[in-house]
């Protein structure tokens, strides 16, 4: 009998474990496979355009997003044992989260690899009201949960606000020559690469 609790206990001590990795690993390995699904974008295109004044240098924004992922996802796991603790299903959290998640990802879709400005800028002001909903949302069924998103809304705040500053630093008419020169380059290299095979 003695034996049977210790290996449920493990069991148990297991399954938390794998739950917490879960919540820790799943947000960032999602950010990280639509960053690689855009890298080629940000190496191109991206480096040619003007950056508006206060623009981070790139290489802050993976060590940046990392951090937030992984709070992101410790904030969502301490909502999960608060509600598990107190048997109930936190609906509205849990739909906050995942929209706010799902709009996290268009928005590097739809800037870098559509080179939508425009719809990426509407994209992060739903975002933020999303981030917001989600703290709030959060803080109902535990306080910290809540306050963990505070620097996540900060960043995306910033982001926000150089997404307006891309747009009146970089007018259409030369991005066109931009994207073009970009399109060719990436062209290029493609049919350079099958020679080489």
């Known amino acids: 009998m003695g034996v049977e609790k210790v290996l449920d206990a493990d069991a148990a001590c297991l399954q938390e474990r794998l739950v917490f990795a879960a919540f820790m690993l799943g947000p960032l390995l999602v950010g990280m496979s639509v960053a690689y699904y855009t890298r080629n974008d940000v190496v191109g295109w991206y480096q040619q355009v003007r950056k508006p004044t206060g623009a981070p240098p790139d290489w802050l924004y993976g060590p940046a997003w990392t951090a937030l992922y992984v709070t992101m996802g410790y904030a969502a796991y301490r909502v999960f044992e ?116």
């Open 82 to 197: 608060t509600s598990v603790a107190q048997q109930s299903v936190p609906l509205l959290a849990i739909v906050m989260f995942g929209v706010q998640f799902v709009l996290n990802q268009c928005w590097s879709l739809c800037f870098f690899s559509l080179k939508r400005w425009d719809v990426a800028l509407l994209d992060i002001s739903l975002l933020w009201l999303a981030i917001l909903g989600t703290a709030l949302a959060f803080a109902q069924i535990e306080r910290l949960a809540g306050l963990l998103l505070t620097p996540y809304l900060g960043f995306v705040s910033v982001a926000a606000l150089l997404n307006i500053g891309f747009i009146r630093e970089n007018r259409q008419s030369d991005m066109v020559g931009v994207f073009k020169k970009s399109a060719a380059s990436t062209v290029t290299s493609s049919v350079a690469s099958k020679k080489v095979e």
